[in-house]
């Protein structure tokens, strides 16, 4: 992992219109992502997690250009993606690329295997015609499949199985950045690990980037070298994968982890079960997003701004509680086994 | 014209022990256009005013003879230019508006200039008209019970106008003034039967008139359905859901006489031929129409066309109009001639156009009798390319003659035969749909329009018939049979050549 | 919701305005001549050119629609070209017959329908599936028109059980009243009349009903299938409640709802048959009244029918819409476009 | 949903992987062939083709000449010689049966061609790229969708006059807005996929998105709703027909004969019954086809 | 014993044959305990728990076996005779919570119908009464209100609880929750775990907890059961299968999830291929073709269940009751 910066992510936002007037004009608002910044550096993977709605895939579309930021930057390489033309944006189609979350959905039930994968090489001209079957083989083999299953509709694969093709095209055009949108909350158990396996190596193999996005604390972790944690739009806490799970210091991120079952009977923890639900991202209240059902609530978290700190050395953090914390003076919480 | 039919009407088998139905279903195929006498000009309205209206005479029952109605009598003035009516007394509206001279004068004035309006289609035929100096000149009132009518030139058809349900039934004054003079909805005569109601679609009731001056209606109620479809009729007729029927098709004559019911058959007044566009190339030849004309069994063509319900033609005017019809000679068919006269003219194809809906003088509708016709013109070599289009298109289409031969046919108005021998010579291309125009023709019809009726007049009309055929401007084909049918509980039913239905003397058993 | 209604009212007028358009631009623009039809047989060419110059039709084609569309604002359909009366006034008087067959014809279709379509659904691959499946497809394979006849020549012609035409006998006819017959002699309390016309409408309402019928029949089916395999429909089944509680609480009362789009799009098409329906049966409806004036190129009865059907059409489905609110509370119109 | 998939999944595998694959279409062959009334009415819709085919290029092997009038057996109850009877100008009604096969399925295939065309483009560009567009285009169809499709085919056919070929436009014509609709609909819910999605991060143009993987996964409800449309295009052209709009003579039309022959349901009930049984089985052949098409093209009927 | 399964044997006919889902599966239930069934997707939880509770889709039926609730059989029980028990002694939540719910009819109406349904003698107010005060029991805040909504006016853990609160409101003998928190979000999860505990010490009934995730497992269960292939593979006591798991699939299983506590980067352990194809079952043990430590007999024969020390194990390993190596 180099210290180069593939990609910064500048106070990016995203409004979708819920409602309109008469007149088109919006009169309610959903904040998917309300200003979020964060950096991914070179050969970097960096997990995305939170829970469901709070703006993970949203973020991830804006990435590979699916949805167009109300607001914000995202500079790639050291240019802002955001203000290209839709034809040179194209261009960078290769640099970037998406693996979905839901590996039925994601490919053409019409398509061959070999011919999705080929796709994106013809489309982006990155070989010769005639390597192109060959190149297909080998990205088929990369993701230990066979090559002989080129030929194959993808409605005759399992799950595992559709997520290694995607993963494939993914592949295709030797992309610098992938953005995996929850690429194992579909699979079972026994697949997932099969899966993880396989971006871990690849990662290795080809020196990419990931930006990982997840649910749970536990899939990102096994994975990422960074974590980021979002809650309604807003980023909680990012910090490094060892320093966040030992030192969570956003009580969200403490709750999210504690939500987690041990895989020990003996060892049946009292966890934090937070109040509600989450609150809905139509018009969300100021202040801090978490505040209302935050357990460790305090005066003046209905007004906080929000904004990440960093509280020590790569640990940033916004929440009340860090509001005026240097490094030295976090609170240290008890530390979950 | 003189008349001999054979009719075959319900005879009025009168037992008067039977009981009787107070109603009178009648179903025909349309509703009327209108049922005031100066707006409309189809048969379908024909059948029901002639029960509400009476003008100032009326045909009689089995021929176009005119006869006494309103007016007693009436004379003519030597020149033939006034007719004077003496009127019936005591005679009263359904609306209680008593009947005179002046009810008289207002029927006809509104349909003469300058009251008269587009929409009366009957007015100029029946009354002439001011501007163009024909027909009615003034009518006046010489006093309560008299009237004089000046024409501006001596025409024989008029007193045969003057009995026409078109245009000249005497209609209240009172009702003409309280609706605008647009009885069509509202109709008020001096008939043997009362309008009772309309709805469209539907029916429409009539009820006797109590007050009738003459010999009362023997029904109480008449009611006349609309039944659109032939099959749907017969099938209303043998379930007995109407009481008598018109406008069947020959073909299930046998179905219902089989069901046991009883079958009207009377010669209509209507001829129904194919006519060769003279003006136009293929056909400007006599003797290419001949030829075309040869091909044509016409005898067979009817007689499986229309069975026994429609007499083949040999002429323009069916024989009771006019006793010198059967004297004309027309081409017969003769397959060989046929053959080599179009070969000789270079005639392999014609553009025949044709209408779709059937007409009261083609029940089986052009386009049947078209490919009959393409059959018989395949067996000597020529294609007829047929072009069939419905009613409204086909007039207009008509009228650019556009085609080689096309489907037409007429029916008389008022049994004169000015009426019909008067197509030939009319200027109007969709009138004269063959575009015939010659002097000797136009000659003889004006002597014929001034001759004063009788068998010198007759006689004129049948050279005009003989020179038609000569000519071969139309391929006759049929006079159509006035048809009706009727459940053997009604007695006292006919069918009038004018294609009328008067219903004053039937019953209806029980 | 009277938010949404009114908007869904407001985004009819574009819609009828395009129909008026439509209808203004086939019948003008394109049909046939009307003069010779409405002048007869003896329409001399000068009597044509003059009647033509009187109704307006030798004017520019906009101006003409500009008049149209301003006298149909204020109601004024004008004149039949054939009969001289007002438009209003033909349509009037047979819309009542038309309406009436409609209502019968989509409540006879709705609840025969569905009904067949939950029995075929509850007792899929059974004797009963099949049967109504048959009933459904001969009912979508069968011309209307092709039906109409059959059920005459086998209840008038062959068995003499109904009556082939019309809609009562006249001699019952009621007067006046809302001209729909078996609502009238019901209040009017004349139960031989109401007899009567129950007894015309049997066989116009059974042919115009089957196509309908068998497509509410399919659609119910499967979409009772679809509903009976939900995770609720489980749900209730493990609450311990009775298999036709089930049936007709839980799943019917879900499936009506992709139901109810269909039985308001059958209505629309239920019209339409009309025109063939009232054509057999010789039902003194708008629809056989309607095929008779566009052939006769009555310009301005034709305008208007299909405005007013196309209305009616447009308000069918506004009201479906309504009703798919109340059949499924998780619609909110407020968020709704169109 | 959920158990679909996981249904799926583990049904799937076993597809011995090294076998032949096999591909999309013959899958859907194979499971319509397993539907009984699908294959008994491709077999019926094979034979009409066949007869539509061979009566136009060897009429002789028509029982009689389809054309040919002989007034004098007019009305002739179905007997040894003339299997269905006779018609009004004594022409053989099998015969004409037979000939009218060609104008009944070029009708319904025609039509459903033109029709499907430019449903599928007006609905493509307006279910694509919505807005506007999308607007004004589905207004047009509403406002089309809102008079009866009857209605307007007739005033269609009094506006062009008679004639098969306008028959055809008429009801290509009223029968766009629904597969506009239909199409609209399908691509909206395609658009929604995540192949779609991925096309575009990979980079693929708006126009290879709708050819290659848009309308693609539209075809197989297109191809349904199509089979399904040529039934219900020879109901409107018998329609049409039965109002005697339909055809010019003498060509021989389901729909015209019936028509035609209603005024004699009477004396010649042969003379309607058979044309109409003609039209009811074809419709029911295609409606079955089509109706085996969509179980067989349901990618849920197809994963075992 | 509350509940008893003896050889039940489940089967579904589709299309190309006939699927075995559940296969000569014994298990028990005791008084006031929480057993877990745990296993892949496809390996016959959920059909196991329909098996029991009579409501197996029209395709699929029991072939063989018993089903002794407090020592009844229910498969010869009535239609009638089961619908009381259903909802009444027996009830059972499902994976799906946003499908579960009727749309179309208010909370309150859901709930009271169960209610009405076995205490036919109660009124109506009575029951709306009951029903809100299990909407509170279960956690939902103003209960009065909440009862009002229809199910898409609630969120996904919200409606679980109202599902909950259905479920135990004629309060059972025995609750089956089918994977009740699977679809949730992780902090909600937890929640509805929680309420679960809560609520079976409250009422004091037995739960048959079905779920794969053996976090879960861990956490509430007393008891395990692991299925794959429609057969229980190893059975035992919570703690002892944690300690010590047996059959290679269940150690697979604990091996291949990523824990939290672990901090090497090492590759996660994978479990090979995939389940079988439950058309084409493998013809010895259905789990050979995975096993890292498959035999040849493994290949030809299938394994029984037989006791090892505290387990119950299906493995050729552990032939002799005891593990060879
Ligand atoms: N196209 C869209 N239009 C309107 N709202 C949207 C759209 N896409 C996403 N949203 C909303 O934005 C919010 C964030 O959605 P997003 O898909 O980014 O969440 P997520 O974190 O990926 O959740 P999950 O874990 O369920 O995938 C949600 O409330 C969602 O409803
Ligand atoms: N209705 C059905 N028709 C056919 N097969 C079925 C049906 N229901 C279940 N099966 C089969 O039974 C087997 C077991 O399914 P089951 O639903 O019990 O799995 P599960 O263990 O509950 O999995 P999940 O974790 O996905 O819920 C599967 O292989 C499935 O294919
Ligand atoms: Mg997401
Ligand atoms: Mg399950």
Redesign the pocket.
Known sequence: MSEEVLLDVQHLK?Y???EKNFFGQPTSL?K??DDVSFQIKKGEAFGLV????????????MIVDL?TPTDGKIIFNGTDLSALSKKDRRKYCKDIQLIF?DPYASLNPRMTIGDIIAEPILTNHLRPKNEVEKRVEELLNCVGLSGSYRNRYPYEFSGGQRQRVGIARALAVEPKLIVC??PV?ALDVSIQAQVLNLLDDLKEEFNLTYLF?A?GLNVVKHISDRVGV?YL?KLMEIAPKGELYHNPLNPYTQALLSAIPSVDPNNRKKRIVLEGDVP???DPPAGCRFCSRCFKRMDGCESFDSILREVSPNHHVACKLYEQAGPGEAEHDKKEA | GGSKRASSGASGSNSGTVALKDTFTYAQGADPRGLDPAYVDDGESAKVMCNIYEGLLKYSKDSTQVQPCLAEKYEVSADGMTYTFHLRKNVKFHDGTPFNADAVKASIDRQLEPNVSDEMPYASFVFGSIKAKSGVKEVKVVDENTVEIDLFSPETPFIKNVAMVMAAPIASPTALKANNGNLNEKPVGTGPYKFVSWDKGQNIKLVRNDDYWGEKAKTKNVVFRFITENSARDIALTSGEVDAIDGISASDVSQLTGAGDKIFSADGMTINYMAYNVTGTKFKDVAARKAFSQAVNVPELVKSLYKDYATPATSIMPFFMNAGSKDVKSTSFDKAAAKAGLAKAGITSVNMITYSNPRPYNTVGGQVLAEAIQGYLKDVGVTCNIKTYDWTTYKSVVQKGDYDVCFYGWTGDNGDPDNFMNLLDDPDPSMNVAHYNNPDYHALIGKGLTTAAGADRDKIYTQCEQKAADDNVWLVISHAKNLAAYSPKVSGYYYHVTGITPFAGVTVAK | MVKYTIKRILMLIPVLLGVSLVVFLIMRVFSPDPAPVVLGEHASTQAMQAWREAHGLNEPIWLQFIDFLKNAVTGNFGVSYYTNQPVSNEIMSRFPATVELAICAIIFASVFGVLLGVVAAVHKNTFADYASTLVALAGISMPIFWLGILLILLFTGTLHLLPSTGRIDPMLQPTGGTGLYLWDTLTSGDFEAFGNAVQHLIMPTLALSLYSMAIITRMTRSSMLDTLNQDYIRTARAKGITRRRVIRHHALRNAMIPITTVIGLQFGSLLGGAVLTETVFAWPGIGKYTVECIQKSDFPVVQAVVLIIATIYVIINLIVDLIYAFLDPRIKYSKEEG | MEENKEIAETSSITVGLEEKPESIWKSVWDSLKKNKAAMISLVFIIILVLVAVITAIFPGVLPHDPYEQNLAKSFAFPNAQYWFGTDQLGRDIFSRILVGTRVSLSVGVIAVAVSLTCGVLLGSIAGYLGGKVDTIIMRLMDIMLSIPSILLAIAFMAALGQGIDKAIIAISLVSIPEYARIVRGEILSVKQNDYVQAAKVIGDKNSRIVFHHVLPNVMSSIIVRATLGISSAILDASALGFLGLGVQPPMAEWGDMLGRARNYILSAPYAMIFPGLAISLSVLAFNLLGDGLRDALDPKSRQN | MLLEVKNLTTEFKVKNGTVRAVNNLSFGVNEGEILAIVGESGSGKSVTSLSIMGLLSDNGKVASGEILYRGEDLLKKSEDEMRAIKGDKISMIFQEPMTSLNPVYRVKDQIMESILTHNPKMDKKEALKHTVDMLRTVGIPSPEERAEDYPHQMSGGMRQRVMIAMALSCQPDLLIADEPTTAL?VTIQAQILELLYEMREKFKMSVMLITHDLGVVAEAADRVVVMYCGEIVESADVKALFEKPMHPYTLGLLKSIPRLEDESTDPLYMIRGMVPNPLHMPQGCPFSDRCDRCMDICRKKKPELRPVGDHLVRCFLYENGEETK
């Open positions: 995203k979708f219109v819920v959903l998917a992502v939170g829970e469901s709605g709070c703006g993970k895939s949203t973020i991830g579309k949805y979350q949108d929850e909350s996005i649910h979002m739009g809905s991202p139509i | 979000d």
